[in-house]
């Protein structure tokens, strides 16, 4: 990966992080649910587009996987509360 690309990347991160602080302000307020919902919105467009970047941009190793795998448990470490069953096959599936 040349430094342009690296430097988007790091970037997208910095954006993530930041849209994280602006939701968890809004989660402490408890008074705005429609703008934490945009926020967790911008968020979940922004590491799709990170992680779709990174595997792009990448020689598919297993050190890009663990990177994006990091990426995930980062900014949803513990993020269950919203279930989906065709996922929890996959899930299972693995286990």
Known sequence: MNSFKINRLIDLIEE???LD???LMHRNQGNDDFM????ES???KLMKELISDLAANSN???EV????GKIIFKFYPNDSSKKHSDLEQIVAAID
């Open 36 to 39: 934490s919902s945009q926020y």
């Open 21 to 23: 602080e602006m939701i």
């Open 60 to 62: 598919e190793s297993p």
């Open 65 to 68: 996987f663990k990177t994006i």
């Open 16 to 18: 993530i992080k930041k």
């Open 42 to 44: 911008k968020k979940s």
